[in-house]
């Protein structure tokens, strides 16, 4: 269980962050959602997945094969049903957690123009780093894990195809983070622990560089 303890780093990030929103990206097995969780357990934020908007409305059955398959959700399908979703009342005035919204080429622009736009402005993006030789080894021990859950995409030519996206979709949307100064890299190899611990470590001197 995740213990939500506010120190001077929490503090601080929270003070940095205000109604602002940090996107968290990360190959398939790098800990994202967990992460995500924990961030906005921890500063009070609501945590927004594009799949897991997507899922949760009555897509076209080609969308539904497309996400279970690994594949890339047309771009005006996906915009026009996640960013409306950033302007909601129940989210004014509070930080938001963005789990990988926007992470095909060519939608990054939109997405910060949208968060913008919506009172929650992009302040930080959080990639955490896997390498694929790592992703197959977590892909393996995951049965024995049991903590994933039954998910469709949890197979390994979906798998491939996931990586195969991630390296060349996702990886470009970061770059462009990477030259705006927003980037943020975090290994994402050792245990959740010391994951947990360097997340946090690195948004609280992000938040506080300078001062």
């Known amino acids: 269980m995740y213990y939500v303890r506010m120190d001077e780093r929490t503090n601080a990030i929270a003070a940095w962050l205000g109604a602002g929103s940090i996107n968290l990206f990360g190959r398939p097995f790098a800990g994202k959602d967990t992460q995500g969780k924990k961030l906005a357990e921890l500063l ?10 997507l899922r949760s409305h009555n897509e076209p059955k080609e969308i539904e094969a497309i996400l279970s398959s690994g594949g890339v959700v047309p771009h005006d399908f996906y915009l026009k049903l996640v960013l409306p979703y950033l302007s909601q009342e129940q989210f004014k005035g509070k930080p938001l957690i963005l789990d990988a919204v926007g992470r095909s080429s060519g939608e990054e622009q939109t997405i910060i123009s949208a968060t913008a736009e919506s009172g929650h402005p992009l302040k930080a993006v959080v990639v955490l780093q896997l390498s694929e030789e790592e992703v197959w080894k977590r892909f393996d021990a995951a049965p024995l894990e049991g903590d994933r859950g039954a998910r469709s995409d949890d197979n390994k030519e979906v798998l491939k195809t996931r990586l195969q996206t991630y390296r060349d979709e996702t990886m470009p949307v970061i770059e462009v983070y990477r030259t705006l100064g927003l980037l943020i890299e975090v290994d994402g190899t050792p245990s959740r622990e010391e994951v947990d611990k360097e997340v946090i470590d690195a948004l609280a001197a992000f938040a506080t560089r300078g001062t």
């Open 44 to 53: 009070g934020a609501p945590l927004i997945g594009g799949g897991d908007i």
